[in-house]
């Protein structure tokens, strides 16, 4: 349902308020792990519907318009034509997680898997504030680019929010890494282990500010550009940990590594396709 409901936020103003669900959905996982620690399987259980709740209050609280559900064929055929590449890219970026978990529980075994939550925590943690600035800029960058603008003015317009984020992460990078061993041990003892891989986490964060560029790949139709940087970066991703031994626990912080060395590759790709874009601007236009 929710889903459905947030099809209707669709103007810069509406995605405000969408960035507030999402920050609000960001906050609730983060403090709804209290009730895994406290009552395992149940707590699990208790928190998906939780999530599922608050998400849907308030998408439902702050929607725009008031309207039923209904399908139109030739609507949705219009629609699949603009939507289908994105969601194809889109989903095919999102196994990458999954894939990082997989490779986990295949070296390093149950127990390697749970201690790596940690790190899987501190990065959807983090991910907060690039998500918020993402799903801001982006009805931005739409609009500049529907109204003729070239494309180096609709690439300007997430920079002062991307020169926030480096700051604010930067930030988070010197007074997290030294002290989340601290916190750990003082809340989560049992997964004092998982602290060395959550540290990167916070370098995966500031790398992934540069993905709020990303959206002109969405603005200008050129999605499979944006797939060519995600292959390339899983496939990196891929090659770093299969060069690389992993005996144990303790060398769980190679994985986080990995995304490290994925994610700038994925980046530079990215950024090779931004100056070809301005390169050969008269093209999009």
């Known amino acids: 349902i ?20 999402n920050f609000i959905n960001s906050i609730v996982n983060l403090i709804s792990l209290i009730l895994v ?16 709740l608050v998400d849907w209050y308030f998408t439902n609280k ?15 055929k219009e629609l699949s034509k603009v939507g289908m590449p994105m969601y194809i890219v889109s989903n095919i970026y999102s196994l990458w ?3 990082q978990r997989t490779y986990v529980l295949s070296v390093l ?12 925590v501190v990065q959807n943690m983090l991910s907060t504030f690039n998500n918020t600035i993402s799903s801001m800029s982006f009805p931005q960058m739409s609009k500049a680019y529907g109204e003729g603008k070239k494309i180096k003015e609709i690439m300007l317009i997430p920079l002062k929010p991307f020169l926030i984020s480096i700051v604010v992460y930067s930030l988070m990078l010197i007074i997290g890494w030294s002290l989340l061993p601290q916190v750990v041990d003082w809340l989560l003892p049992n997964y004092i282990d998982g ?8 370098v995966v964060a500031l790398i992934s500010s540069f993905g709020v560029f990303s959206n002109i790949f969405m603005v200008i139709k050129k ?18 940990l299969s060069f690389h ?23 530079i790709s990215d950024f090779i396709f931004y100056f070809r874009y301005i390169r050969n601007e008269s093209k999009f236009h």
């Open 245 to 267: 031994a992993i005996n144990g626990i303790e060398d769980l912080f190679v994985f986080s590594q990995s995304i490290i060395v994925g994610l700038l590759c994925i980046t």
């Open 97 to 99: 997680p999954t894939f």
């Open 223 to 240: 999605n499979h550009h944006r797939l060519v940087g995600f292959s390339v970066g899983l496939l990196v991703w891929f090659i770093y």
């Open 2 to 21: 929710s889903k459905y409901l947030k099809v209707l936020y669709r103007s810069e103003k509406h995605f405000y308020f969408l960035s507030k669900i």
């Open 37 to 52: 620690y406290k009552f395992l399987f149940y707590g699990l259980c208790f928190r998906a519907l939780l999530i599922v």
């Open 195 to 202: 602290v060395p891989a959550a540290q990167w986490m916070f």
């Open 109 to 120: 075994g149950v127990k390697g898997l749970g201690i790596y939550a940690l790190a899987n």
């Open 62 to 76: 702050w929607k725009p318009l008031v309207a039923k559900a209904s399908f139109n064929w030739s609507n949705f």
